[in-house]
């Protein structure tokens, strides 16, 4: 079987040639840094898709290489909307920092019993391992590098329906800006992420609970509807003297 991998020193798809039996693509990339090139460079932790560090993209879509199977053919490249440190090692640093503006975290908490029922409402958003796949895959930030992203959104939303937070609004307040309102809602998120959590719906429900606390759509007050047709054409005529 053989994959190519871009390499950032030449900027180029550099074809390998493994062994035909089934690999995860992380053993694939070991075997080629321990035996063809020791100068390949990429992230790897847990190795049983917990650590959320080995996130690549194959032909396209992000995976994470520890759980994928190389197949013949794969092009392997780089999440993208991150700085590139070497060949498939990005620096996640700016996409962290998404985490703080959002604010996403508890406040000013209280005492709250929480039931099976309240824990299995964010038992998914829960299960973020950071992989920033969903972050790679989003549209938005290759246009606007300042957007939240889905990550981050999904986060906030965990932490404003906690029960034992008492300021959600302070959550909401920072998610206005380069936030909820800019995402288009476009899915790719949720068919990116792993781990089967879906920030398209989260950042839905934030929008809901937005409005609730008196927030609009920015880009629907924006909007021109125009000034009421009451006379002539194929209107109603409030003069036509009945
Ligand atoms: S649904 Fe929104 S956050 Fe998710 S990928 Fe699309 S634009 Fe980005
Ligand atoms: S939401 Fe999913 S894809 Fe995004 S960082 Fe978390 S685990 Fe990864
Ligand atoms: S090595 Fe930790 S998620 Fe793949």
Redesign the pocket.
């Known amino acids: 079987m053989k994959i190519k991998i871009l390499r950032s020193k030449t900027n180029t798809h550099q074809e390998y040639v493994l062994p035909d039996r089934e690999i995860t693509l992380l053993k694939a990339l070991e075997l080629i840094k321990s035996s063809v090139d020791a100068t390949l460079t990429y992230s790897a932790g847990c190795r049983s898709s917990v650590c959320g560090a080995c996130a690549v993209r194959v032909n396209g879509r992000s995976q994470l290489s520890c759980s994928y199977k190389a197949k013949d053919g794969d092009i392997i490249e780089p999440l993208q909307h991150h700085p590139i440190l070497r060949d498939l090692k990005i620096d996640k640093h700016k996409a962290k920092e998404t985490l703080k503006r959002s604010q996403a975290w508890l406040h000013d908490t209280k005492e709250a019993s929480l039931s099976p029922q309240d824990e299995k409402k964010t038992e998914k958003q829960t299960d973020c391992i950071l992989c920033d796949s969903?972050y790679s895959?989003?549209?938005?930030?290759a246009v606007n590098p300042d957007?939240l992203?889905?990550f981050a959104?999904t986060r906030a939303y965990r932490y404003s329906t906690d029960k034992r937070e008492n300021d959600t609004k302070t959550i909401i307040d920072h998610i206005q800006a380069e936030g909820i309102w800019d995402?288009?809602?476009?899915?790719?998120?949720?068919a990116a992420c792993p781990k089967g959590i879906d920030?398209?719906m989260d950042?839905m429900m934030l929008r809901s609970a937005s409005v609730q606390q008196g927030y609009t759509d920015p880009s629907f007050a924006l909007q021109s509807f125009g000034t009421p047709d009451f006379g002539g054409g194929f209107g109603f005529d409030p003069n036509a003297g009945f």
């Open positions: 969903c895959a989003c549209p938005v930030l957007f992203g889905p959104l995402c288009t809602l476009c899915g790719e998120c949720t920030p398209k950042i």
